[in-house]
């Protein structure tokens, strides 16, 4: 079924719900094993709402969520097809994008296999919240490259507080803040790693909705253009907090481990 074909609503979707001894199940579960990324979604689900939802009903009705519905682009395909960005300048947000999956040898695919592990393609509700939240999914390391948030452990963290405050979800609000309550605990470092957080969440709040971009037409525009136009600031205390545990001789990718001889601060 095309997306612009699908109910707004499936008869077997439920729209809120709130089970924090859940989500603290499954982050006990994620602390234990920071690759387990399928915790994530179990989080997210067990503190789903209704705010979230709203957003993605009145995009979806909108004229741009329309247009974007019409063109029924398959994000994943296209962000994996590199062939297609060949024609780009070197400091487009498609060549940034490039290097950047090449370097974390990660696939837009690659997210969405993860997901399925949570709950199988064939079991999801087909109906334009599953469109919508399938664009939060898919967008995710783009988000990175275009914050300028890392794929060390305080760049997700970082980066979950500014997906929470474009699109509302509690349980991305949850893991960001309890990874940082985790973090400091784990770590002992002096960086301001909760302020980092909330700066991550006041940047997300100012920026235009990262999501409801036209994918295609953002990856053409340079890296510094789009983070103009669509007013993304500068991770400041981020960066801050990299170059304090650099300086503790704690790792900058997960302070919690202890001393590595990795640098780079400033990623993407």
Not at 85 to 108: I, P, Q
Request: with cysteine; aromatic share 8%; proline share 4%.
């Amino acid at each position: 079924m095309l997306p612009i074909e699908r109910p707004l609503h499936h008869p077997g979707r439920t729209l809120s719900g709130f089970q924090p001894l859940k989500a603290l199940r499954h982050f006990r579960h994620l602390v234990a094993d920071k690759e387990d990324t399928e915790q994530v979604f179990h989080i997210i689900e067990a503190l789903k709402g209704r705010k979230s939802a709203k957003q993605a009903a009145d995009f979806v009705q909108s004229d741009a969520g329309r247009d974007l519905l019409a063109k029924n682009t398959d994000i994943p395909t296209m962000l994996d097809d590199h062939s297609r960005w060949a024609d780009c300048g070197d400091d487009s947000v498609a060549a940034h994008y490039m290097r950047f999956m090449k370097r974390e040898g990660l696939t837009a695919a690659g997210l969405v296999e993860e997901s399925y592990k949570w709950q199988p393609k064939d079991k999801r509700p087909e109906d334009l919240y599953e469109w919508y939240f399938e664009r939060l999914r898919d967008t995710h390391d783009l988000f990175h490259v275009l914050t300028g948030y890392g794929r060390d452990a305080l760049g997700e963290l970082c980066l979950l507080g500014f997906s929470y405050a474009q699109n509302h979800n509690r349980g991305v609000q949850f893991i960001a803040y309890a990874g940082a309550h985790q973090m400091r605990k784990d770590s002992g470092s002096k960086a301001p790693i909760f302020a980092a957080v909330r700066e991550g969440q006041r940047l997300g709040a100012a920026a235009a909705k990262l999501a409801h971009q036209d994918v295609e037409s953002l990856m053409r525009e340079t890296l510094a253009d789009a983070r103009a136009r669509l007013n993304i600031g500068e991770p400041e205390l981020y960066r801050q907090c990299l170059r304090t545990f650099e300086a503790e001789g704690l790792s900058t990718q997960d302070p919690g481990k202890g001393s590595t001889g990795q640098t780079g601060c400033c990623a993407a």
